[in-house]
């Protein structure tokens, strides 16, 4: 029985999900599955990176439901730290680097899964990418944003007060920070209704922290050392020693769009109902 070879790209909920119905839905020895992942991490909860923060959970092992040996132990053949930066379809193959050691090399496909997810949204805005601007989506995020914690910043400014920018919020109060919120909406959280939303602003605000909705960002000022110090509002200027941005994600399709593979007028990869790519 010839052997099919399924590529995964990305290695988080998705990508080892559809790794792991593959290969049990396979008869014995049909498949072979080898998954890529750019981080450190595999199978965590990213809903976790606040309570992390606060200090609630240990480390990031704890958010991690899979681990690389036990994904490896169950037949994937898993490679963190590996990028995939090209595709070529016609060949069948994908490109990878190894971000540890810079060794290049190509994988053969029969199958392709791009499960590559999201990426947050940086705002094209003046200073965005100065030290200390930080987007939260992956653990690695999670850990360059502790990283930039551990020298006892005073002031954090979170940009967007959604879902991940409360959760920001409400965790670095605890970690002892003077905080404030942004969001150019009427009122916190506008997935809700605006009365609800006014409950949240007014429960943010008793735990001390302070909300400016109705405000705009017009960019981030760095200190003479290259790092952020402040964040330029419609309302004025900011002081902050750290920047979180909560403005929520886009899809991460530029692999994808890159091969020629149709994208969707939001930015995502075109299917059909079965989650198959044409073109």
């Given at each position: 029985m010839p052997v099919t070879r399924v590529v995964v790209v990305g290695g988080d909920a998705a990508g080892m999900t559809a790794a792991s119905t593959a290969l049990r839905k396979a008869p014995d020895g049909a498949l072979s599955v080898?998954?890529?992942?750019?981080?450190?991490?595999?199978?965590?909860s990213a809903c976790g990176i606040p309570y992390w923060v606060a200090g609630d959970v240990s480390g990031p092992d704890a958010l991690v439901a899979r681990t690389l040996s036990q994904h490896r132990k169950n037949g994937i053949d898993l490679r963190l730290r590996a990028e995939v930066d090209g595709l070529?379809?016609?060949?069948?193959?994908?490109s990878v680097v190894e971000l540890d050691g810079g060794r290049r090399y190509r994988e053969g496909f029969d199958e392709l899964v791009i499960a590559t997810g999201a990426v947050p949204i940086r705002p094209d805005?003046?200073?965005?990418d100065a030290p200390g601007v930080y987007g939260v989506q992956t653990l690695d995020d999670g850990a360059a944003l502790l990283g930039?914690?551990?020298?006892?910043?005073?002031?954090?400014?979170v940009?967007?007060?959604?879902?991940?920018?409360?959760?920001?919020?409400?965790?670095?109060?605890?970690r002892g920070l003077e905080v404030t919120v942004v969001d150019q909406a009427p009122e916190p959280m506008t997935t809700l209704d605006?009365?609800?939303?006014?409950l949240v602003r007014e429960a943010m605000e008793g735990m001390g922290i302070r909300v400016l909705v109705g405000t705009a960002v017009r960019g981030f000022e760095a200190g003479a050392d290259g790092r952020v110090s402040g964040v330029a509002t419609d309302g004025g200027l900011l002081p902050a020693d750290v920047v979180v941005l909560g403005m929520g994600v886009r899809p991460n399709s530029e692999l994808a769009a890159a091969a020629g593979l149709p994208v969707g007028e939001h930015g995502g990869v075109r299917t059909d109902e079965r989650m198959r790519v044409q073109g």
């Open positions: 080898v998954a890529f992942e750019r981080s450190h991490h595999t199978s965590y070529d379809l016609s060949r069948r193959e994908v805005l003046p200073g965005v930039g914690l551990a020298g006892s910043p005073r002031r954090a400014v940009v967007g007060a959604g879902y991940i920018g409360v959760e920001m919020a409400e965790a670095m109060v605890r605006p009365d609800m939303g006014a």
